[in-house]
């Protein structure tokens, strides 16, 4: 699996967009991108994941780059409830564990 | 909807002692896995089940057994416990292997003294 390359922390305003990024420039072409978070005593909740196209759903929208070597994961009106650790992780088609690297700590200021 | 269940939360056990570690998911889903989260290592797969009696082993399976007679419950047992296995358990589940995000339980945080 290719390996990802975030910020270890970042901060962001409540009610602001959160824009989360991550460099997977050795992706290959059947790697998905995917998003999970960690909120402190708490398992890894799964945000999103894409392949090629912009995704969106309920919790975050995911931007890919057209070249798959970076990926934006954006909250669009960050509450406090999001501070938490952000993990961007590639994942092969059909592998079966998730590698998680140190991710982003992201904190919510009021 | 209960999703995904482990239990104990917690568990505080002495070398050498049997444990077991109870997971139990309501989606039906095919796949189950079983991570073990440590300072400095981040999430690593210990076992990890396609089916109901299908196993495999992870990345770190030694000190670990598991067995899944029935598809909702994926038990982890550490037979002789020792201290290298104090660590936060996370029991995960999926639809499938191929392009389907895992669900993590909250969790069961043991001691091994």
């Known amino acids: 699996d290719a390996k990802t390359t975030q910020p270890p922390s970042m901060d962001c305003a409540e009610g602001r967009a959160a824009n989360l990024p991550c460099n997977h420039s050795t992706i290959s072409g059947n790697e998905y991108v995917y998003w999970y978070r960690q909120i402190h005593s708490q398992g890894p909740q799964y945000i999103i994941h894409?392949?090629?196209n912009n995704e969106t759903n309920e919790m975050a929208s995911l931007i890919i780059t057209e070249d798959r070597k970076s990926s934006t994961l954006i909250l669009p009106h960050a509450t406090l409830r999001d501070t938490a650790v952000y993990y961007c992780i590639v994942r092969g088609e059909g592998a079966q564990k998730l590698v998680f690297g140190q991710g982003t700590r992201l904190t919510i200021n009021p | 909807d209960a999703g995904i269940t482990q239990s104990p939360r917690y568990k505080i056990t002495e070398t050498g002692r049997q444990v077991t570690l109870m997971c139990h998911q309501t989606w039906s889903h095919s796949y189950m896995f079983w991570y073990r989260q440590d300072l400095g290592h981040g999430l690593r797969l210990i076992y990890y089940s396609a089916a109901a009696d299908i196993t495999d082993k992870g990345e770190v399976p030694d000190g670990y057994v598991v067995s899944r007679s029935k598809t909702e419950n994926f038990p982890l047992t550490l037979e002789s416990a020792t201290r290298s296995q104090t660590s936060v358990y996370f029991c995960?589940?999926?639809?499938?292997?191929?392009?389907?995000?895992?669900?993590f339980g909250d969790g069961t945080r043991l001691s091994i003294l």
């Open positions: 894409g392949l090629k």
């Open positions: 995960a589940s999926s639809k499938g292997a191929t392009n389907q995000p895992q669900h």
